[in-house]
């Protein structure tokens, strides 16, 4: 639930009500390939979890937090990125958050400059 009590375009996702390319998915969590991409390769790490974004998180919610990053890793072994890849969470209006549900954006396939911004 949002704070609007309201389901979120994530959580609708995650319950198979609205569609998406589901690329992997476990217990704890989906990743997706996102609707705008920003680089030829683009995807979403969402946990199950309505967790609203990162400055949210509670200390139980660690696990998780570690289980995003090693589902980043593994998305990136099997799409065989060993030339790089970038992880990202936009935490925010500032950053660019437009979804108020965690999600780590992967992105990859591409040279990329930093700072991004
Ligand atoms: P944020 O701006 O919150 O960090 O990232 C939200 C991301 O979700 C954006 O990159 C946007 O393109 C993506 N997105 C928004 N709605 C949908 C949707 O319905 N399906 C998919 N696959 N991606 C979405």
């Given at each position: 639930m949002n704070s609007n009590g309201g389901r979120d375009i994530f959580q609708k996702i995650i319950d198979?009500?609205?569609p998406a390319e589901i690329l992997m998915e476990d217990e704890q969590c989906i990743v997706i390939r996102d609707i705008n991409p920003g680089a030829p390769?683009?995807?979403?790490?969402?946990?199950k979890k309505n967790i609203p974004r990162l400055a949210e998180a509670q200390e139980s919610d660690v696990p998780i937090l570690g289980h995003l990053l090693?589902?980043?890793?593994k998305?990136?072994?099997?799409?065989?990125?060993?030339k790089g890849f970038r992880v990202v969470i936009n935490n925010g209006p500032d950053a660019g958050e437009s979804v108020p549900h965690l999600h780590i954006h992967l992105l990859a396939g591409k040279p990329m400059i930093w700072p991004p911004c």
């Open positions: 198979h009500e609205i390769i683009h995807v979403l790490i969402i946990p090693l589902m980043a890793q998305f990136a072994q099997t799409q065989g990125l060993s």
